[in-house]
């Protein structure tokens, strides 16, 4: 049974730097073929598609925010961290982690995080 | 980044209606596009992947079509639990893009 569950800080101020932290069972991001994507939402809005980790470690972020994102794992701990600097109220989203699937060319986000709302406000 | 372009962006749908979303693609992107389904205050669900492979234990009245750059997504017969938001996802190139939505109400 796959599972993820995202963590981190309900509120943080502007400027700071954002922790997120996805614990994850069913799968390992030691295996070939596992990757863990990061996806927001602000309130109301569209869905906004963040970052990717792969079991080899390569890394995908998305352009607009690439300088201020860090993806990594902890494969040890079942874990991907998701850092992003320089916060600010536009931010404010619920952000989710989920298990990212290939088949062919193809991939999907195939299993979900319930997603945690983090708050930018001093 | 490659836009995805929904439409509409809601549509008002009775129980047994059939309703078709589309999504346009600003360049070429094959089949690399998912559908997913989201309820108010829960995480997306996947429906389907490859533009028109069924997610397992998805009910088959959702069907995905389409390749290049035009897709749709097809319920055949709407039912009270499919009232909800759908969004494209394309997965051909990097930033990965999300449609704006289409949120599905009950006429």
């Known amino acids: 049974q796959v599972t993820l569950k995202e963590s981190g800080p309900a509120l943080v101020k502007p400027t700071q730097t954002l922790t997120l932290t996805c614990t994850f069972s069913g799968f390992s991001l030691s295996t070939s073929g596992m990757r863990v994507s990061w996806i927001r939402q602000p309130p109301g809005k569209a869905l906004e598609w963040l970052a990717r980790?792969?079991?080899?470690?390569?890394?995908f972020y998305s352009t607009s925010l690439k300088t201020r994102l860090t993806i990594s794992k902890d494969t040890s701990k079942n874990q991907v961290v998701l850092t992003m600097t320089n916060m600010d109220p536009v931010d404010t989203a619920t952000y989710y982690c989920?298990?990212?699937?290939?088949?062919?060319?193809?991939?999907?986000?195939?299993?979900w995080g319930q997603g945690t709302l983090v708050t930018v406000s001093s | 980044a490659i836009q995805m372009t929904q439409s509409p962006s809601s549509l008002s749908a009775s129980v047994g209606d059939r309703v078709t979303i589309t999504c346009r693609a600003s360049q070429v992107i094959g089949n690399d596009l998912g559908w997913y389904q989201q309820k108010p205050g829960k995480a997306p669900k996947l429906l389907i992947y490859a533009a028109s492979s069924l997610q397992s234990g998805v009910p088959s009245r959702f069907s995905g079509s389409g390749s290049g750059t035009d897709f749709t997504l097809t319920i055949s017969s709407l039912q009270p639990e499919d009232f909800a938001s759908y969004y494209c996802?394309?997965?051909?190139?990097?930033?990965?893009?999300f449609g704006q939505g289409t949120n599905v109400e009950i006429k």
């Open positions: 980790i792969d079991w080899d470690d390569d890394k």
């Open positions: 989920a298990r990212t699937s290939c088949s062919g060319t193809s991939c999907y986000l195939d299993y």
């Open positions: 996802l394309q997965d051909y190139n990097y930033p990965w893009t």
